[in-house]
């Protein structure tokens, strides 16, 4: 069984930071792309930042600057480090891992954490 389990979400104010962690765990074999997306209320889930494995990231134009994605391939975890937050960040923010490939060589595709909510006050 495989899990993405996300952590680190919370309140926090306008210009603050905060880091989102996101593990996967099992009997892990590879994991490659991983990244974050987020939802607002009312509004279709975005992408915010991805990581491939090899370490090449992309990002929304509306986090360019302020957020850092990063990754520990030891550890099949990755981070999103979120600088200089503003109240239109406030979203459920989640992990995803494009293929995961177990130890038996079965694969899991476009697979999601649970969520963790950020929200950022004015």
């Known amino acids: 069984q495989v899990q993405l389990v996300e952590s680190g979400g919370g309140l926090v104010q306008a210009g603050g930071s905060l880091r989102l962690s996101c593990a996967a765990s099992?009997?892990?074999?590879?994991?490659?792309?991983m990244g974050w997306y987020r939802q607002a209320p009312g509004k279709q889930r975005e992408l915010v930042a991805t990581i491939a494995n090899g370490g090449s990231t992309d990002y929304a134009d509306s986090v360019k600057g302020r957020f850092t994605i990063s990754r520990d391939g030891a550890k099949n975890t990755v981070y999103l480090q979120m600088n200089s937050l503003k109240p239109e960040d406030t979203a459920v923010y989640y992990c995803?891992?494009?293929?995961?490939?177990?130890?038996?060589?079965?694969?899991?595709?476009?697979?999601w954490g649970q969520g963790t909510q950020v929200t950022v006050s004015s």
């Open positions: 099992g009997s892990i074999f590879r994991v490659n792309d």
């Open positions: 995803n891992a494009n293929k995961i490939t177990l130890n038996t060589g079965f694969v899991v595709k476009d697979y």
